[in-house]
């Protein structure tokens, strides 16, 4: 049965606050707490539910694992990877108590597993534009394969494994040692259970060969430097059949030339000239989709900022669409002919006299500087 999503579940946006998950929370148990509805099996489902949601969001760790991965990142059930550990802790924590005591076997009793293969990790460099825009990406993975001549047994083409004669297959032998009967992993068959008489040619007894494989993967619109992409099962082949690892793309976007991304938001920096700032008219904006023409009203300042709505980048949680802001530099103008300076001569002489009126910004800046003396000199 799939799990419905936990922010779903509580009736809460991704991006909200904890203190808004607990009073959702709150909200929510009250009305399915079986106290409160004897015998409605429904009700307690749906309480088990918003507990389990409600458990997940409160831990910083887990409502991270989830953000990233959902339901594959906290499920208890998973060993390796994720949080939870089950299994694979509960042999680790014996494996360190008891480890001394019972020598060798790091498991309480029966067989030693065929350890699951391990996790890979790729590291994938983005543009911008890949990243905002998203694609398919053919990777070509160096990994350890389960073997196809002995279909990952180990064992030679029309042999199979036997049964170790030492401990029957149970992978442990009992040693008396006093009073006591102790366990021990079987030094015959290193506690596998099995004996390899005639190992495989290809992979020498391993059941797994090296081998790349190329993948195909879709990479989701709107990821950012840090994500992960997980890919079940494509990891390293596990030990004689043992579960596969998983793969994990790690995503990092390459710094782009015009735009620098926050979050969902673009920034970039367009010059303007002088005459356009004080007149104002349309400038020329890029955007990842191509040049868009943007209005500027007269008088703009140097380094003010224009918003322009839904031109950022799509967010690849939720369906939110990001801003692009622009923000205008104005240039000094370089060059200039004879001319041209002469104009200019000319307009800064009809600015003689009233020169603050056309100036907002030197107009405090000067009566600062003027303030400033006076302190100094009283
Ligand atoms: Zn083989
Ligand atoms: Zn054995």
């Given at each position: 049965m799939s799990k419905r999503d936990y922010y779903e579940v509580l009736g809460?946006?991704?991006?909200?606050s904890e203190r808004e998950i607990k009073k959702a929370y709150k909200r929510l148990a009250m009305k399915f707490h079986p106290d409160r509805n004897p015998g409605d099996k429904t009700a307690e489902a749906s309480f088990k539910e918003i507990k389990e949601a409600y458990e997940i969001l409160t831990d910083a760790d887990k409502k991270a694992a989830y953000d990233q991965f959902g339901h594959a990142g906290v499920d208890?059930?998973?060993?390796?990877?994720?949080?939870?550990?089950?299994q694979g802790d509960f042999g680790d924590i014996f494996g360190d108590v008891f480890g001394d005591i019972f020598?060798?076997?790091?498991?309480?009793?029966?067989q030693r597993q065929a350890a699951r293969g391990s996790d890979l990790r790729y590291n994938l460099e983005l543009s911008l534009e890949e990243a905002v825009k998203g694609f398919t990406k053919e990777l070509r993975i160096p990994t350890l394969a389960s073997c196809d001549l002995c279909d990952g047994s180990g064992?030679?083409?029309g042999t199979s494994a036997t049964t170790c004669g030492t401990c029957h297959g149970q992978g442990q032998v009992q040693m008396r040692q006093g009073f006591f009967a102790v366990q021990q992993a079987c030094p015959t068959c290193h506690g596998r259970g099995k004996i390899i008489k005639d190992p495989c040619t290809k992979c020498h007894g391993d059941g797994r060969v090296e081998k790349s494989k190329t993948l195909s993967v879709k990479i989701p619109a709107g990821v950012d430097t840090g994500d992960r992409i997980r890919l079940a099962g494509e990891g390293e082949a596990g030990e004689f059949g043992a579960p596969p690892g998983d793969l994990y793309v790690q995503v990092s976007v390459r710094e782009h030339a015009i735009f620098v991304r926050d979050g969902n938001n673009l920034y970039c920096e367009v010059p303007i000239s002088f005459s356009k700032a004080a007149l104002g008219g349309e400038i020329e904006v890029p955007t990842l989709d191509g040049k868009v023409s943007l209005k500027i009203p007269a008088e703009t300042q140097t380094g003010r900022m224009f918003r322009l709505r839904g031109k950022g980048v799509k967010s690849v949680r939720s369906h939110a669409v990001g801003d692009l802001l622009c923000k205008v530099v104005m240039e000094t103008p370089v060059s200039l002919n004879e001319r041209q300076k002469e104009l200019l001569r000319e307009f800064e002489a009809t600015l003689t006299g009233e020169s603050r009126k056309h100036s907002p910004k030197a107009e405090g800046f000067f009566d600062g500087v003027k303030k400033f003396f006076q302190d100094l000199n009283s």
């Open positions: 809460v946006s991704r991006d909200t208890p059930n998973r060993g390796g990877g994720g949080y939870g550990g089950g020598g060798g076997g790091r498991r309480g009793g029966g064992a030679k083409k």
